[in-house]
Each structure stands twice: as structure tokens, then as C-alpha cells.
């Protein structure tokens, strides 16, 4: 009888362990089929959001002229199309080779008043060009030469970039820029502009600020090294100078003035930033496609560069320069018998009607 309920005690054990394991798998199987159905729904969510952040960017084209790349929205294709064709001509005129490092880059452009709201992650630090709303392709076509420029001064040595001052651009009028270095070149109070005006290359090189060494006594004599302390006499207090700068201008010591001069942060060359521009673009144009890569180059002095930039001795380059500058001089205005008389009358007319008013009486 034990016998009998020990078998039917296994056989009920037996029983509840299928139907235990049984309900294990249907319920494993259960869970998989619910984790399945979890993870399509995870997908199509994922695909959902993409889907709506897409339609939240903006839409843009890309346009392409050479190495320049301008990312716009649709709208502003035909023209910013364009406009990049005339930017790239101008950019590859001047800076010849170096003009490809823009391949490495992208410009996002749009229009004022009309900002980006929605830029797509690929875009995020895309550098932004803005046009004027009402803006044509050449003033388009100014803007992306204007952030050109500025992307290649940013890879070229800082050095060059720091001598040549403001961006250099390709759209300056040499006759306009020439004669306004011919003005600096008569009235500059500078004792090496003199000298370069006079024919002297030395003082053209150092006037532009391409000769190494100390430049306050080669730049200016004593009388100017006083004018220049006096005008710099607020930095040079801001710097711990006022001292020295009461004994340059109050005793006259020219060797405090000197001290205060070489001890300034940073004291401009005699020539203008434009008066060396005039200089690199003339570099620029004789040394041909790889000149301002030379130019860009770190390492070499200055006037090293320039002579490799042009292809030529700088003293012959400095000469062509002021050949140059020489030659936009103004033009003295031709005066007639006529005209001489005609304004001698004037004269005579406006002296008499002085002498009539009240107030000679």
C-alpha cells in the first residue's frame, strides 16, 4: 500500500515538475515575444524622432567654386551661386595655392534678418557669412572674400599676419592705395621715411619694418623719439613707464626716451599697414601661384620671405615698390591765362564787396 502511494506521490511530483516547466517556457517565451515587440517600438520611436528633427532643420544646398564651399538655403542659391564663382576668382588671384586650403572648410551663408535657427549638427560650427537682405552677388561675393581671407590668416604664421596688419584683400585700387602712401611717404615725422623717400632703401626697409634689431633709434631721431613718448605717454603709464617717460620729456634724456619706445608692447612701423599691403601684393603678383605661400611660411626673417615671395633681392623689390609710389604723386593743375585772370577778378570783386560792408565802416 506504501508502495502504491509512494508511486503515486513521484508520479504527482513528476506531474507538478512538467507542468511547472512547461509554464517556465511558455512564460520565457512570452517575455521574448514582449521584448521583441518592446524593441520594434523603440525602433519605430528612434526612426520617429529622426524623422521629426529632420523636418525641424532648415533645408540648405551646397554650392562650389574651385576650393570655396558656401552652404545656403535654397532660396539664396541663384545668386549666392554667383556670387562664389566671383569670390574665388578674386581669392585664387591673390593668394595663388594657398587659395586650396579653403577645400578643408565650409561657409554657411544667409542674409541679415533672416538668422539660422535650426542648424543640423553637421553644420553646427560651420563659420557664418551674412549678406545685407537686399544684397547683390558682388556684395555677396565681398563677404566670402572677407572670410577667405580671414581663414587663410588664420593658417598662416602670426608673425606675417601681425606685420601686414588688417586682412589682406584683393580689391584694393593700387593707384588710390599708392597715392595715399605717397602722402605718408612726404609728411610721415619719421627720420627712415625721409631717407626712403630720398632713394635710400635702408630707410624703406626700415620704415616698413623688415630689418631686425632695435628699431625706436633707426626708425626716428631724438626730436622724434620725444614726440613719439609723448603721444604713447598714457600707455606708458598704464605699463610702469611714467618715470621714464617725465625723464624723456622733461629732461629730454634720450636714453629714457629710448628705453620707454623699446619697452612699449608694440610700436607700429612708420609706414602704414597699408604701405606694407602695397609691398606684399607687389611680392605677391611677381613671385606668382606659390608667392604667398613662401610669404605664410614661419622661420625665415621678413625680408627673407618678401625677396623668396617675389623672386627677386628685396633692395630691387623695395625699389619697384617706391617706383610706384613715386609715380601716383598729385598732379600739379595746369593754370591758363585765362583762368588766372578769371580768378584775379574774383578777387578784386570779393575785396571790394569786404570793403563796402558794415563791418569796415
Not at 588671384?93 to 543640423?120: E, H, M, T
Not at 606685420?163 to 593707384?175: T, Y
Not at 626730436?223 to 600707455?235: C, F, G, K
Not at 609706414?271 to 608667392?291: I, N, P, W
Request: contains cysteine.
Amino acid at each position: 500500500m506504501c508502495d502504491r502511494l509512494g508511486l503515486r506521490l513521484c508520479l504527482a511530483a513528476a506531474l507538478t515538475l512538467a507542468l511547472a516547466s512547461r509554464a517556465a517556457a511558455q512564460d520565457a517565451r512570452t517575455l521574448e515575444r514582449r521584448l521583441q515587440q518592446l524593441d520594434v517600438l523603440r525602433r519605430d520611436a528612434v526612426d520617429a524622432l529622426v524623422r521629426a528633427q529632420r523636418l525641424r532643420f532648415e533645408p540648405f544646398d551646397t554650392v562650389q567654386a574651385g576650393a570655396l564651399t558656401v552652404v545656403a538655403r535654397p532660396s539664396d542659391v541663384p545668386v549666392v551661386s554667383r556670387a562664389v564663382v566671383i569670390a574665388w576668382g578674386k581669392v585664387d588671384s591673390l593668394y595663388g595655392d594657398v587659395a586650396l586650403r579653403l577645400a578643408a572648410a565650409r561657409f554657411l551663408f544667409f542674409r541679415q534678418g533672416f538668422p539660422i535657427q535650426n542648424v543640423p549638427p553637421a553644420l553646427k560650427d560651420v563659420p557664418r557669412v551674412m549678406g545685407a537682405a537686399d544684397g547683390t552677388e558682388t556684395d555677396f561675393a565681398f563677404q566670402l572674400v572677407r572670410a577667405s581671407s580671414l581663414a587663410i590668416a588664420h593658417s598662416s604664421d602670426s608673425v606675417f599676419t601681425t606685420w601686414l596688419g588688417p586682412l589682406l584683400l584683393p580689391d584694393a585700387n593700387p593707384q588710390v592705395e599708392r597715392s595715399h602712401i605717397y602722402v605718408e611717404l612726404v609728411t610721415a615725422p619719421s627720420s627712415a621715411v625721409q631717407r626712403c623717400y630720398g632713394g635710400a632703401m635702408e630707410g624703406c626697409a626700415a620704415a616698413l619694418g623688415l630689418l631686425a634689431g632695435d628699431q625706436a633709434p633707426r626708425w626716428y631721431d631724438a626730436a622724434e623719439r620725444r614726440t613719439m613718448v609723448l603721444q604713447n605717454q598714457d600707455i606708458a603709464q598704464r605699463f610702469g613707464l611714467g618715470s621714464t617717460a617725465d625723464q624723456c620729456l622733461d629732461r629730454r634724456s634720450d636714453t629714457a626716451c629710448v628705453q620707454v619706445l623699446r619697452s612699449l608692447p608694440w610700436l607700429e612701423p612708420p609706414l602704414s599697414t597699408e604701405a606694407r599691403q602695397a609691398l606684399t601684393r607687389l611680392a605677391v603678383a611677381a613671385g606668382g601661384r606659390r608667392a604667398f605661400l613662401r610669404l605664410a611660411e614661419s622661420g625665415t626673417p621678413l625680408a627673407q620671405r618678401l625677396s623668396a615671395a617675389a623672386g627677386m633681392p628685396l633692395d630691387s623689390l623695395l625699389q619697384q615698390w617706391r617706383r610706384l609710389v613715386i609715380a601716383e604723386r598729385p598732379r600739379p593743375v595746369p593754370v591758363t591765362r585765362s583762368s588766372a585772370w578769371m580768378a584775379l577778378g574774383w578777387g578784386v570783386l570779393f575785396g571790394l564787396m569786404a570793403l563796402r560792408s558794415t563791418r569796415w565802416r
